[in-house]
């Protein structure tokens, strides 16, 4: 028996912000949308800050220079949000 199903490729193709919403498309079609409350970084910046991102660490990544954030794919798919500073 054959599967149809892909090989997951969880590398970033794309990033947006809606004004809640922490969206990342993966490049086997798959998208992500997280509370953007999680990630106190970027809910605080800038609709232009949050534009400014760049992939990261061989597509696994994201970074907005801007706020020196950065995620990975790894931990938006584990649901894990920014630890609590202290």
């Known amino acids: 028996m054959h599967s149809l199903s892909k090989i997951p490729d969880e590398r970033v193709a794309d ?3 809606s004004d809640d919403s922490l969206i990342v ?3 086997d ?3 992500i949308s997280v509370p953007l409350a999680w990630y106190p970084r970027l809910h605080g910046a800038t609709a ?5 991102w760049k992939v990261a660490c061989g597509g696994f990544g994201i970074h907005w220079p801007d706020i020196d954030e950065g ?3 790894e931990g938006l798919l584990r649901g ?5 500073v202290a």
């Open 80 to 84: 894990a949000p920014a630890p609590k």
């Open 25 to 27: 498309d993966l490049m």
């Open 29 to 31: 079609g798959r998208t």
């Open 71 to 73: 995620l990975s794919t």
């Open 48 to 52: 232009d800050q949050r534009s400014h």
């Open 15 to 17: 990033v947006r912000c």
